[in-house]
DNA sequence: CGAAACTTTGACTACGATCAACTCCTGTGG
DNA sequence: CCACAGGAGTTGATCGTAGTCAAAGTTTCG
């Protein structure tokens, strides 16, 4: 099993300010493990009871709406920490969390990354500034959601998706969702989703490859209202 | 001027976690201020600089979208802290930040806050957990907006607020917000805002004086979908 | 008292949800 | 290898929700 301390994923998430001796520490009590695409990380409701560095992969995060549809409330990509909030209000996950590919994890059992939470100030400070960094991000999304059409939303999205986890050889977005997928994220149903992207298509704005999207005109997309 | 280590407000935010070394040296540099009604506290895009701890009244955080109207996001109060993100972040404000009634805070200054953000351990985890909190919240808010209708989200507002605020000792909400700060929190126009209310108003769940709102029904508001 | 700001109502339009039918893939078992 | 079942994607028709524009009524405050 590989070993933390020697592990370049720690890089790009706030494991990087962990001294060496907590990383051994780590290294000892975690498991690594690998995710089928659909899988079920964990539920909503569940008790995660730790955190999921993420090796290799891209999952959703999202909460059942009363109305009965999942709601995509945000994408955690290979170097990002999982379940960190949870752990720290110390209640069971307000989310579920699923794999959109296959995925690569490390499970890190609460008892040893709280220990390191509470005593080594510039690991607890570097969450924090994660933390500080999603919940701007959670109010752009919130008003995106009360403010805009679903349109724009979705042309939103591609291009979040485009910059965010670049693209196939042949031009095809690299993270493949289903429509409902793009439903779920934009609030909206599977056949407004659909009926839009076949809109954007008409437009020269985008094609496709069966599920594969491909973004044609960037520029244009930006400027979709 | 108050002094910081006397004050009781800090019993209900992370300054509780503060020494009290920490407290008077706060308490040296620290500046009060009244803030009118209607005043804008700081404005989308400036430089805080330092946080404010509330001691008393309620502000509004919104922020601009791009169709021209503002969402409000979060509604901060008397016993919290106002600003912290940006703090963390070192950034500029995301929000605009004005207050719902006359508020008497205190402003703490950048560097103070931080050198104790980055020195007093419990302090920093305490910051961790309100935010790790608000995340929660936000991860509501955005299914709430995406999934379901303006009047099932304007009962849920006055539900909130209900609960949240109280009432005056007629029964009415003791927070008064224009409808157009109704608008913007559940994020549609101000004539359908409007028309909610009037329709609520009809059926009994809800009376109004003024641009008071008594809440009538409060198991039947929750009943609203 | 009067101006300005806020609230209310009406009429109309557009956006998006829902239901239904149909097509296209994909994978599984005969 | 084909047939078939089931799921995903697509399209059309229809309906209800909410946005917009306009006008009139009401409060608030100087």
Redesign the interface.
């Known amino acids: 099993m590989g070993k933390c301390e020697q592990c370049i994923i720690k890089q790009f998430n706030a494991m990087k300010s962990l001294t060496k001796d907590e990383l051994i520490r780590i290294s000892g009590c975690k498991t690594s493990r690998i995710i089928k695409k659909g899988e079920v990380i964990f539920e909503e409701g569940e008790n995660i009871n730790g955190v999921y560095c993420i090796k290799d992969g891209i999952c959703k995060l999202s909460?059942l709406?009363?109305?009965g549809?999942d709601?995509i409330?945000k994408m955690v990509v290979k170097g990002q920490l999982l379940g960190?909030?949870s752990l720290?209000?110390e209640?069971v996950s307000?989310?579920q969390a699923v794999a959109l590919n296959d995925m690569e994890v490390c499970f890190i059992p609460r008892g040893e990354i709280m220990a390191d939470?509470?005593?080594n100030?510039k690991f607890?400070?570097d969450?924090?500034?994660v933390?500080?960094?999603?919940?701007?991000e959670?109010?752009?999304?919130?008003?995106?959601?009360?403010?805009?059409t679903v349109r724009k939303r979705l042309a939103d999205v591609l291009i979040y998706l485009h910059s965010n986890f670049g693209e196939n050889t042949d031009g095809t977005l690299s993270i493949l969702l289903s429509r409902e997928d793009y439903a779920n994220i934009?609030?909206?149903a599977t056949e407004s989703a659909i009926r839009i992207i076949s809109q954007l298509k008409k437009e020269n704005l985008i094609s496709t490859k069966g599920k594969y999207i491909k973004i044609e005109d960037l520029a244009g997309l930006k400027r979709v209202e």
Chains 1, 2 share one sequence.
């Open positions: 909460k709406s009363e109305n549809k709601q409330v960190q909030r720290i209000t209640e307000n989310l939470l509470q005593n100030l607890s400070f969450v924090l500034k933390m500080a960094r999603d919940l701007r959670s109010d752009d999304i919130i008003v995106n959601m009360a403010q805009k934009v609030g909206t």
